[in-house]
């Protein structure tokens, strides 16, 4: 075979390959049909011969001091096989995902409303819930630290936590705070240069997760006196350095396997009903499950921070920023969760992605009585992102410019510096983003004289038939980080193993990689086939037997475990074609494994895969790091804080009724740098799952907090995006690599999350005139009757 007929053969195969199952294709997910009929199964779908079932008493205030908790009748009812309180605990009584101020089980006090105080194991679930409504628990009810104005004034209302019980936090009810201070901060000086100052008071709602598979897991007593837990989580190995010491064991008795999770988007970071499930196990010798209803659900995860931010901005008359000033306040709730690193994101990147000479940030997380807030896609940058593109289409005003156009004359590009100093040396196309997202088509304009009202704000409720319906096209652009950020040792490891399998050679993928609807384990193996030529690849099930995967969340998986698995792929393929070197005296500089063979570009085929292999399989294991980051400085905000940046610009179109206060989302225009989409139609789903969320916030998602009582805990009451609310949302990606990143690739999920809410709200108030500074926005918003 002639080396051209070889090489084309090769293009022809790397084109199939890269078009069906390798890195720059769309195959097939292997859990996608299953999914789709019902049939894939979750962990709420775990099962095991005598199982009992756990469940939680949890407080129905927000905050009060527990004067007894009396569990004998509860212990009394026929299938109960256990009752505990934090008395029953073995090991440490607090956890924490970053600062162990946690309590497994409530102690001496409740914080918010919902926390866990004892648990239950029982031969039924309705034996359990029995139960649980037999224990009694005397409070002395308090006055709840809920607003910003209590937890700034703790002489006064009092402390969430004791200043003695967190002494390395020592801020009062702050739980965590941010400076930053860029240029020469804003001083009189500064605000002289200015010839225009706008000023903005925002306001964001408590946006819920809201996954559609409960939390819920498995816990199996094991005969080394340890626990096998099988739960949906999004962090395997960080869940284990939480659970072990609580359980009074060393962490390799702690085994963790990844069960089907229904959804996260940063929910499950945290601890759920892991602690819960494995003391009762312990205790009773049975493997005991636990499934929370809807309701509980709420009360038992994480939320996205609300928030107060204030912005001023100052620009010359020709629309060149000056200054930038802003304080944002995000209400962390009970614990401290995540706050301390979304304090820094909203800190670091407040000032979206603009070129501004002076800068002054002060972001700061409380704690409260209200429920705690931590990781929701986005992570700090959402809140921020909504003040800062509110702030520009201020500021264009104030100026008569086209508000596209200012955002194009300050938008950053590579080579310039973050307000922390950090030079941005990857591509950052923000004003292409914004060109390219202006000039894609718009929809139709709708007809008014002959409606379709399925078409309306509204639709098919029959509120209106075309009066009062106003068009209205905004546009936002925003900037999130990838990866684990401060200097956090941030990586993954992968195993990939080669061998041969019924005549043929097969890899297979090992991670503890959480896969929570991200298609991680389609990339995996796209990379496994690109990298070793091969067609059958196998994902082994993730689980702690293998070295940490990080979390998946931080739009960190592909980037950092599929850079993981590149590395073990790449050592796996040298050492195949070293021993092919050690036994047949190759001498070519060329080879490469293509469709199962090792193949020499100069000289053709040299052995198929499985003669080389034979009976031998190579097996190897990576860490993929990446280059590292440094700790903010907590007076000025300067360092090298985050590995990566991305970027997104969104166009939106929508319907507004003025009348009824009714909005419907037209179009919602996406643009992004994806840098390498290695799997473009999950590309493509990951930015519209993104808007849709972003959508969820603007219009229409908000968990109702009062004096800090939730008080719409169900999907009744708590409203997210239906496919009927879904509008269109055409997708334009760039293809910019990053010289630091495997593949050149750059995170995508949090992007559009972040982008997209503003442009919804800059067309509503196109269409309205109406100045919204609070999200969601609400019909009452719209028509004065707030």
Known sequence: MSERTLQEQKNLRKLNQASKD???????????????????????????????????????????????????????????????????????????????????????????????????????????????????????????????EQCLHPEVHGYVHEPYEYKSHGYGNICHQQKLVHGLGVTDEVRAMADVIVRGEYEVGMQDQAFLGPESGLAVPAEDGGVDLYVATQWLHVDRQQIAPVLGLPEEKVRLTLAGVGGAFGGREDLSMQIHACLLALRTGKPVKIVYARDESFFGHVHRHPARLTYEHGATRDGKLVFSDARIVLDGGAYASASPAVVGNAASLGNG????????????????????????RGFGAVQAAFAYESQMDKLAAALD??????????????????????RIDSPAPVAELLQRVKDMPLPPPLDLADPDIRVLPGACSNTSHGEGIVRGVGYSVGIKNVGFSEGFDDYSTARVRLEVIGGEPVAMVHTAMAE????????????????????????HPANTEVGSAGSTSASRQTYMTGGAVKLAAEAVRQELIAKGRRRYGWTQHDIELVDGKVVSKSAGVLVPMVELLGDEAIE????????????????????????????CANRAVVDVDVELGLVKVVELTAVQD???????????????????????????????????????????????PTILDTPPIPVEILELPDPNAPYGLRGVGEAPTVSATPSIVAAIRQATGIALNRIPVRPEHLTGTL
């Open 22 to 148: 390798g890195i720059g294709g769309s195959p097939l997910r292997p859990d996608g049909t299953l999914k789709v009929k019902g049939e894939f199964a979750y962990s709420s779908d775990l099962w095991h011969e005598d199982m009992l079932w756990g469940m939680a008493l949890r407080s129905p205030h927000p905050r009060a001091n527990i004067l007894s908790v009396d569990v004998s009748q509860a212990v009394k009812l026929p299938g109960v096989y256990a009752v505990l309180t934090h008395e029953d605990i073995p090991g440490a009584k607090f956890y924490g995902l970053e600062i162990a101020d946690q309590p497994a089980l409530a102690i001496d006090k409740v914080r918010y409303h919902g926390e866990a105080i004892a648990i239950v194991a029982a031969d039924h679930p309705e034996t359990a819930r029995r139960a649980v409504r037999k224990i009694e628990v005397e409070y002395e009810v308090l006055p709840p630290i809920v607003t910003e």
């Open 353 to 376: 992605p603009y070129v501004i000479p002076n800068v002054r940030m002060h972001a700061l997380a409380l704690y409260s009585n209200n429920p705690s807030c931590g990781a929701m």
């Open 401 to 422: 410019m086209d508000p596209v156009v200012l955002r194009q004359l300050n938008a950053m590009t590579e080579g310039d510096v973050m307000p922390t100093g950090q």
């Open 516 to 539: 929570v609807g991200q298609g991680g384990i389609t990339v995996h193996a796209q990379i496994a086939r690109t990298e070793l030529g091969v067609e059958q690849v196998t994902i």
């Open 620 to 647: 190897l294991t990576r860490e993929h790091h990446h280059r590292p980051t440094e700790a903010f400085h907590p007076e000025t905000g300067q360092g090298f804080g985050h590995v990566q940046y991305s970027f």
């Open 674 to 720: 994806v840098g390498k989409a290695l799997n473009p139609l999950s590309v493509v789903g990951q930015i519209q799952g993104g808007c849709t969320q972003a959508l969820g916030l603007a219009v229409i998602e908000e968990i109702i907090v009062r004096d800090g009582k939730v008080r719409n805990a169900s999907f009744t009451d708590y409203l997210i």
